[in-house]
Structure formats: C-alpha cells, structure tokens
C-alpha cells in the first residue's frame, strides 16, 4: 500500500524558510513524478514543483521559481521541498504527490501539512 507522508509545516514570518519533508513507501518510484501541490483557503489546489525519482526533469510553479527547491533522498526514499523567502501568498495546505511517469494524473497523495506565512 502506497503511502505518501508529509511533514515540516508550521508558522513562519514573511522572508523565512521552511523545509517540507515527504516519506514515500509502498512500492518502489523509480518510474514515478513526485510533486509538491498546495491549496490556499477558498483556492483550487495548484501546482508547485516536481521531479522524476531519478532527480531529472525538474519543474517549479512560475510563483516559486527562484525560491523554492526541490530534491529527494534516495536512501531515506524522501522528497523534500526547501522553501526560502516565504510571502503570505504561499500560506496553505501543501500536499505531496506521486504518478507514473506515464500517467496523466497523480493518483496517490499525502494527507498535507500546513503552511502559514505571517507578515
């Protein structure tokens, strides 16, 4: 059974970092996308970043290229999101994800950590 567990959320002021972590297992995600979304009150939850298992074809959000960073951890089967210069905007509930490669959609996803940037 997959699973996708986040953790790292918390309060932060405008300007400051925070690192999300995502622990996968289940399976094995040498063919997967791993990706970060979030979800701001009111808000469809959006696109924020992903990357092959491999580590190859990165991909940010417009809104958090520059800012955020993310990686993986082969041995510790771990994605991580390394957030730096957080905005208010970035506040909300940030989900990790994961598809095959040749899926159109993310099929399995965490339960989220919350994110709030205050200023």
């Known amino acids: 059974q997959v699973q996708l567990v986040e953790s790292g959320g918390g309060l932060v002021q405008a300007g400051g970092s925070l690192r999300l972590s995502c622990a996968a297992s289940?399976?094995?995600?040498?063919?997967?996308?791993m990706g970060w979304f979030r979800q701001a009150p009111g808000k469809e939850r959006e696109f924020v970043a992903s990357l092959l298992w491999s580590g190859h074809a990165i991909r940010y959000a417009d809104s958090v290229q520059g800012r955020f960073t993310v990686t993986r951890d082969h041995a510790a089967n771990t994605m991580y999101l390394r957030m730096n210069s957080l905005k208010r905007e970035d506040t909300g509930v940030y989900y990790c994800?994961?598809?095959?490669?040749?899926?159109?959609?993310?099929?399995?996803w965490g339960q989220g950590t919350q994110v709030t940037v205050t200023s």
């Open positions: 994800a994961s598809r095959h490669m040749r899926a159109s959609e993310f099929s399995y």
């Open positions: 289940g399976r094995t995600f040498s063919s997967h996308v």
